[in-house]
């Protein structure tokens, strides 16, 4: 459990006009293993207060203290290494989740910091993340992440053995721009060395081998100087694999339970629901008229029906013949 000093000194907030009272900072820690001794709130204000004053002492010129009605407020200074590390202890609860999306040298921290929660046992216990029923994320080679992220945060380039989704393997020197996560998987965004593109593509982290240091890169190769990797991949639309296709007015119904919880995720911004039976609910939403959307829809098998466009009906309905036919062979 967290002494309670911790505690308090933790929940103080940088800003004056956040300030805390000790009646607050007792109400907020009431049930602190600290303050489940005392008998009254008398006695838990007391205590709290004792804290306070000690934290002014040990923290001399962190902690500041300021009249307000009838009893004083509190704040401290912002101390950006320890605001890190509580932060760090909060996400250690995502730790499988966060883990691939941080630098080299931050994933240690992460392991000491969840060693540390654990011992702790204050957070973790009372959390737990769900694994998919259907899917487990990909388990990464180690070797392969400490390379490819030190090219990252070096910014150089890196040599690899990289198999495609066709099953093909070849030795390729990539530069990478940064990293992308999409679902479970986590994809490099590099351009490979000698190519004539001049946009990165998408490599699998977890379609990599063999991975090696190489040079520098050099100025023209890398993420430009002026963007970011979101707005660079949010405007050739690289996280949504969409790349390439056609913006169009997407009309499905959607029957039974399928689609009640849709306006929790949207299709879109300008998503419309409309509710035509108990049974039966139709959605109207701009979308892109990708491979992605298709299995979307398919996912919910007779309870979806495309409406329009008239060429998405057709391509749903193709694509629904074919798995007919699939499933007639024995």
């Known amino acids: 459990m967290e002494q309670l000093i911790d505690a308090i000194y933790r929940l103080l907030p940088t800003k004056a006009g956040q300030a805390l009272s000790v009646t607050a900072l007792r109400d907020r820690l009431e049930n602190h293993d600290a303050l489940l001794t005392c008998a009254t709130s008398k006695t838990k204000y007391q205590k709290v207060q004792r804290q306070l004053d000690k934290l002014e002492v040990d923290k001399a010129g962190k902690i500041f203290v300021e009249p307000y009605d009838k ?3 509190y704040w401290k200074r912002c101390e950006p290494e320890t605001q890190l590390a509580n932060l760090l202890r909060q996400l250690s609860l995502l730790q499988d989740v966060i883990k691939q999306r941080l630098p080299a040298s931050l994933q240690q921290q992460l392991d000491d910091v969840m060693q540390m929660t654990a011992k702790k046992d204050h957070w ?11 899917w487990q994320p990909p388990k990464l080679d180690p070797a392969v992440t400490s390379v490819v992220y030190q090219a990252i945060e070096e910014n150089r380039a890196f040599s690899c053995d990289y198999t495609t989704i066709k099953g093909k393997t070849r030795r390729v020197t990539l530069v990478p721009w940064g990293l992308m996560t999409k679902a479970e998987k986590v994809y490099v965004l590099a351009i490979e060395r000698g190519s004539k593109k001049s946009a990165p593509v998408t490599y699998a982290l977890i ?5 090696e240091l190489a040079g520098p890169k050099t100025i023209l190769e890398g993420l430009p100087a002026d963007t970011d990797l979101r707005t660079y991949c949010e405007r050739h639309q690289i996280g949504s694999f969409a790349a390439g296709a056609a913006q169009i007015s997407l009309v499905v119904r959607f029957y039974g339970n399928a689609g009640r919880n849709i306006k929790e995720t949207p299709l879109s911004d300008d998503m419309q629901v409309q509710e035509l039976s108990d049974d039966c609910r139709e959605v109207t939403a701009t979308v892109y008229n990708s491979v992605e ?3 979307y829809l398919h996912g919910f098998g007779e309870q979806a029906e495309v409406i329009a466009p008239t060429e998405l009906r057709q391509h749903m309905r193709n694509e629904l013949h074919a798995a007919i036919k699939r ?4």
């Open 71 to 73: 009893e004083n407020r």
């Open 124 to 134: 973790l216990r009372k959390i737990y993340v769900a694994p998919s029923s259907v």
């Open 207 to 211: 379609s990599i081998r063999n991975a």
């Open 293 to 295: 959307l298709r299995k």
């Open 327 to 330: 499933y007639e062979k024995l």
